[in-house]
């Protein structure tokens, strides 16, 4: 088994760990000391569910392999800023605890634990006891923590030891491999914050141009009121699309706006079922395509994604402060939940996050000016808006 790939080493773990680091500065170690502390609860909090909800949790064993990786990440960090080897707190958890500094370069995960581990389907008695024994050693090390204060390096080193003896310990009992929880973890960080951007192949590439949602699209965008009523409109080239709309809700917000989002997702993503029913582009000529990935379901979904979206953005202006990297990594993946199963689900979280953006500043504008012209320019991934004549 060994020979049929290459083990993960705990040093090269801590230095790809480390290259997704996106904290810096004085207060690095003490924003690291609060994400340990904060995934061993969520640890914690999983246990629980599954307790309480034990038929209808099925995320159990996923949850508990992705909370692990992320302790795991968080002491990876703690420790290369204590200035001491993640390799060597690993070697001195798992032998007699003896210090042997530099020498650990090539220590596996995987000989840190049996090489048969049953996989645990819900938390065990001893599991239990164990994640609190972990949680009581991560309150130890966290409660000694000072900023600024020197501390003893011998007093911190053992701390991070006992710590990652835990770790180590709650992932056999969970029957989860470190390697494993290691490699998702970083296989997460790199889909949210990646070191490069390689944007992937638009879905349609290989359809002709009929059948291929816009590369190149202008689409203006304005209100009109009629009656007493505000709606919006849109036109491409003279013609319009879709039918006028409201905010279809009690209280006016402006939803009425929101196609927009929709034509974001066809600028970053190269993705939309909506707009590829405004613009009668489905992809006919494969009908398990045209069934499920541009059909009603598919459309409906997208709908859904948007509006949860737009509930979201109304409590945080609009996301008028947030900055590339700067959206919640739970509210990307619930946008992938949502799309579980359909082709934007391969879409890495970074990239959601580019298309979300860019709506939500052409949403901003149209917001302020009650209309503007959208100009969708797929091959750079830009949705671009500027003012409208009137």
């Given at each position: 088994?060994?020979?049929?790939?290459?083990?993960?080493?705990?040093?090269?773990?801590?230095?790809?760990?480390?290259?997704?680091?996106?904290?810096?500065?004085?207060?690095?170690?003490g924003?690291s000391?609060?994400?340990?502390?904060?995934e061993?609860g969520?640890?914690?909090?999983?246990?629980?569910?599954?307790?309480?909800?034990?038929?209808?949790?099925l995320?159990?064993?996923?949850?508990?392999?992705?909370?692990?990786?992320?302790v795991?990440?968080?002491?990876?960090?703690?420790?290369?800023?204590?200035?001491?080897s993640?390799?060597?707190?690993?070697?001195?958890?798992?032998?007699?605890?003896a210090?042997?500094?530099?020498?650990?370069?090539?220590?596996?995960?995987?000989?840190?634990?049996?090489?048969?581990?049953?996989?645990?389907?819900?938390?065990?008695?001893?599991?239990e006891?164990t994640?609190?024994?972990?949680?009581?050693?991560?309150?130890?090390?966290v409660?000694?923590?000072r900023?600024?204060?020197?501390?003893?390096?011998?007093d911190?080193?053992?701390?991070?030891i006992?710590?990652?003896?835990?770790?180590?310990?709650?992932?056999?009992?969970?029957?989860?491999?470190?390697?494993?929880?290691?490699?998702?973890?970083?296989?997460?960080?790199y889909?949210?914050?990646?070191?490069?951007r390689?944007f992937p192949?638009?879905?349609?590439?290989?359809?002709?141009?009929?059948?291929?949602l816009?590369?190149?699209?202008?689409?203006?965008?304005?209100?009109?009121?009629?009656?007493k009523q505000?709606?919006?409109?849109?036109?491409?080239?003279?013609?319009?699309?879709?039918d006028?709309?409201?905010?279809?809700?009690a209280?006016?917000?402006?939803?009425?706006?929101?196609?927009?989002?929709?034509?974001a997702?066809?600028?970053?993503l190269?993705?939309?079922?909506?707009?590829?029913?405004?613009?009668?582009?489905?992809?006919k000529?494969i009908?398990?395509?045209?069934?499920?990935?541009d059909?009603?379901?598919?459309?409906?979904?997208?709908?859904?994604?948007?509006?949860?979206?737009?509930?979201?953005?109304?409590?945080?202006?609009?996301f008028?402060?947030?900055?590339?990297?700067?959206?919640?990594?739970?509210?990307?993946?619930?946008?992938r939940?949502?799309v579980?199963?359909?082709?934007a689900?391969?879409?890495?979280l970074?990239?959601?996050?580019?298309?979300?953006?860019?709506?939500y500043?052409?949403?901003r504008?149209?917001?302020e000016?009650?209309?503007?012209?959208?100009?969708?320019?797929?091959?750079?991934?830009?949705?671009?808006?500027?003012?409208?004549?009137?």
């Amino acid at each position: 088994m060994d020979g049929e790939f290459e083990l993960l080493t705990v040093a090269a773990y801590a230095r790809r760990a480390a290259a997704t680091d996106q904290r810096n500065g004085a207060r690095a170690l003490g924003f690291s000391m609060l994400g340990l502390f904060g995934e061993v609860g969520s640890l914690l909090s999983e246990a629980k569910k599954k307790q309480r909800d034990a038929a209808s949790y099925l995320g159990y064993a996923d949850a508990v392999a992705e909370e692990l990786g992320d302790v795991l990440w968080y002491l990876s960090a703690i420790a290369r800023r204590s200035r001491l080897s993640l390799a060597d707190i690993a070697a001195a958890a798992t032998g007699d605890g003896a210090w042997s500094p530099g020498s650990n370069e090539g220590l596996t995960f995987h000989s840190l634990q049996p090489k048969h581990m049953p996989l645990a389907k819900a938390p065990t008695v001893s599991f239990e006891g164990t994640l609190l024994a972990l949680a009581g050693e991560v309150g130890t090390l966290v409660n000694d923590f000072r900023p600024g204060a020197g501390g003893k390096a011998a007093d911190q080193r053992a701390k991070l030891i006992a710590v990652m003896r835990r770790l180590i310990q709650a992932a056999d009992e969970a029957g989860v491999t470190l390697e494993g929880a290691a490699v998702k973890n970083l296989h997460k960080i790199y889909d949210r914050w990646p070191q490069h951007r390689t944007f992937p192949e638009p879905f349609d590439a290989a359809m002709d141009s009929e059948e291929q949602l816009p590369r190149r699209m202008t689409i203006d965008i304005y209100e009109r009121t009629v009656g007493k009523q505000k709606f919006v409109y849109q036109r491409s080239n003279g013609v319009f699309v879709g039918d006028r709309l409201t905010d279809n809700a009690a209280e006016p917000d402006d939803y009425r706006f929101h196609d927009v989002f929709h034509y974001a997702y066809v600028a970053v993503l190269g993705w939309s079922p909506v707009v590829r029913s405004l613009l009668r582009l489905k992809r006919k000529s494969i009908p398990k395509i045209d069934e499920v990935e541009d059909g009603a379901r598919a459309t409906l979904i997208e709908e859904g994604v948007t509006t949860w979206l737009f509930g979201q953005a109304q409590k945080l202006k609009y996301f008028a402060d947030i900055k590339r990297g700067g959206l919640p990594l739970d509210m990307l993946k619930d946008v992938r939940q949502f799309v579980e199963g359909y082709e934007a689900a391969q879409c890495p979280l970074w990239l959601w996050e580019e298309a979300i953006l860019q709506g939500y500043a052409a949403f901003r504008h149209l917001h302020e000016h009650r209309r503007g012209r959208v100009s969708i320019d797929f091959p750079n991934r830009r949705l671009r808006i500027k003012e409208l004549p009137l």
